[in-house]
């Protein structure tokens, strides 16, 4: 069986007549839905629907006047030749000028009648406006804990151990485990039916082998190994590979081989700005976000940290004397790869919808559109311009994320043709060797002496991308000088701070964040003393 989790899922979408551009609303006062408190002052809001979605008309404007309680169609488009009749306005006539010269009808792309066709009916009046926008309640079921650390629910296991002990011979054996596990869940699961789920999976694994030599009665060697892998890693739909990953790729835009990821709309809001949701196409599936919250971006992720151990430790016996020395080499790494940075920056173009300050929306407004409350940033007029921004599929910013890829490559950005995740190796080496000698002084007492050595190399990033500052830490005072006597004086005593690469593969290759740590030496005494006393 699989471990299987259920959500009560209740997304924000478009009703029958706002995804045709019409906007319904009441005079002077802004949408509410089924559960909305009257509310007064600069945005007055009102319930504009039942439970059922049936129109509720205002008994009172918000000044206590008698309301005229008529429902008003307005398209998004330009002024209506008609009051349309049909649930879903679709007989709606628009005629004259256009509100907006620049936002005159549907996008003509075809994407947004496509997400149209794939966006979930409204059967829910407890969210939205209402009027235009409502929920689309049903119930998901996913597998696992949904994140890429397994919290939550139990993720989905296999998991294999292997144990091997063999003897060559009477001198040589063999011993060593391998343990490799396998966890997986859903990911980026989307909130409406339609859409493409990722998924998150880890593959930690532990192996250690011991190979023993007993060379002589007094002279034993042990060799030693060990490797640990573990790495967390999240696919979102647009990522995965095969079937499911194509689907996902064909329903965005693609420009010679990028794919686009619009978020249409205004950005998701919060407070009391109801009615103007923002949609977006986060991790490749459709999504619509809401004043009830941020829809953030799931990133393409893939980390991997390592430990590998090489041990050889000999023991010899020698009279009243065990000695005992050896050697360990860790090497560690760990590489993130991802192709997200912050909440809207992707290595593929980002289209993020909304107006920009030289092209707002034009034309929606109480002169034109009599009754419509509220103002380009609240009430109902917002939702209205909101509407219209997301069937244009206006765009305020385009993004994309490029970013140097190696030292040796750094007059090109790589991109998303290049490498469709950003990758950063982060690498150290150490170093122990330690003697010691038992030495059994009397009957009774042994003295324990020994010395230890430890080394610990400079962190570097892989393809030569560690940056330093040119000349040291001190450095970091830039033009006043390199000390605290110098800092916040008067006058030149230094050059201006300047990042440079350092380590291997750099262009700087001989240098390093700092200096390497050789001098780690530490000397051990002890005993044991075996009391004459208490029938010891």
């Known amino acids: 069986m699989q471990p299987a989790g259920r959500s009560l899922n209740n997304p924000t979408v478009f009703t029958p007549c706002a995804r045709n551009g019409i906007f319904r609303y009441y005079d002077n006062w802004s949408n509410g839905n089924a559960f909305q408190v009257t509310t007064s002052g600069a945005t007055p809001r009102i319930a504009m629907v039942d439970q059922a979605g049936n129109p509720v008309p205002p008994k009172t404007n918000p000044n206590g006047t008698p309301h005229n309680g008529i429902?008003?169609?307005?398209?998004?488009?330009g002024p209506l030749l008609n009051t349309p009749t049909r649930p879903d306005c679709s007989d709606a006539i628009v005629q004259g000028a256009p509100w907006d010269d620049y936002r005159t009808k549907t996008d003509t792309t075809g994407y947004v009648k496509k997400v149209l066709?794939?966006?979930?009916?409204?059967?829910n009046f407890e969210v939205g406006d209402g009027l235009n926008t409502a929920g689309s309640r049903w119930m998901k079921v996913t597998r696992g804990g949904t994140n890429r650390f397994g919290f939550g629910g139990a993720n989905i296991r296999k998991q294999v151990n292997l144990k091997i002990d063999h003897n060559f011979n009477s001198t040589h054996k063999i011993n060593g485990g391998w343990s490799w596990e396998k966890d997986s869940s859903d990911y980026a699961s989307g909130a409406w039916p339609f859409r493409f789920p990722g998924a998150a999976h880890r593959l930690p694994q532990v192996l250690t082998l011991n190979f023993t030599s007993t060379l002589s009665p007094t002279l034993l060697n042990e060799a030693r190994y060990g490797m640990r892998r573990t790495g967390t890693n999240t696919t979102p739909g647009l990522n995965l590979p095969g079937a499911a990953g194509d689907a996902a790729r064909e329903f965005v835009p693609n420009v010679k081989g990028y794919p686009i990821l619009p978020q249409l709309g205004f950005a998701p809001r919060t407070g009391t700005d109801l009615g103007a949701p923002g949609f977006g196409t986060y991790g490749g599936q459709p999504n619509m976000g809401s004043e009830n919250g941020t829809v953030r971006f799931n990133g393409n992720i893939t980390e991997s940290t390592r430990l590998f151990t090489y041990a050889d430790t000999v023991?010899?016996?020698?009279?009243?004397?065990t000695f005992k020395g050896g050697v360990e080499v860790r090497r560690a790494a760990s590489s993130n790869s991802e192709d997200v940075a912050g909440n809207d920056w992707s290595s593929f173009p980002r289209a993020h919808g909304g107006e920009t300050a030289l092209a707002p929306v034009q034309g929606i407004d109480g002169t034109n559109i009599s009754g419509l409350q509220g103002t380009s940033t609240t009430g109902n007029n917002l939702a209205m311009r909101g509407l219209l921004v997301f069937l244009t599929g206006s765009l305020r910013q385009v993004n994309q994320l490029y970013y140097v890829g190696s030292a040796k490559r750094l007059d090109t950005w790589d991109d998303y043709l290049v490498s469709t995740q950003r990758t950063r190796e982060l690498n150290q080496n150490e170093m122990s060797v330690f003697f010691k000698d038992d030495w059994k002084v009397h009957r009774d007492l042994t003295l324990n002496l020994g010395v230890r050595w430890d080394y610990y190399g400079v962190p570097w990033v892989s393809s030569g991308l560690t940056s330093s500052l040119a000349g040291g830490g001190g450095a970091l005072f830039g033009y006043s000088g390199r000390s605290f006597q110098d800092w916040m004086r008067p006058g030149r005593r230094g050059d201006l701070t300047q990042m440079i690469y350092v380590g291997p593969?750099?262009?700087?290759?001989?240098?390093?964040?700092?200096?390497?740590?050789?001098?780690?030496?530490?000397?051990?005494?002890?005993?044991?003393?075996?009391?004459?006393?208490?029938?010891?």
């Open 71 to 77: 429902l008003r169609y307005a398209s998004v488009f």
């Open 117 to 123: 066709e794939v966006m979930p009916p409204v059967n």
């Open 315 to 321: 023991s010899w016996t020698r009279s009243t004397h």
């Open 505 to 536: 593969d750099s262009p700087n290759p001989n240098l390093r964040a700092w200096p390497k740590d050789w001098n780690n030496v530490g000397p051990a005494v002890g005993f044991a003393w075996q009391v004459p006393w208490f029938g010891a």
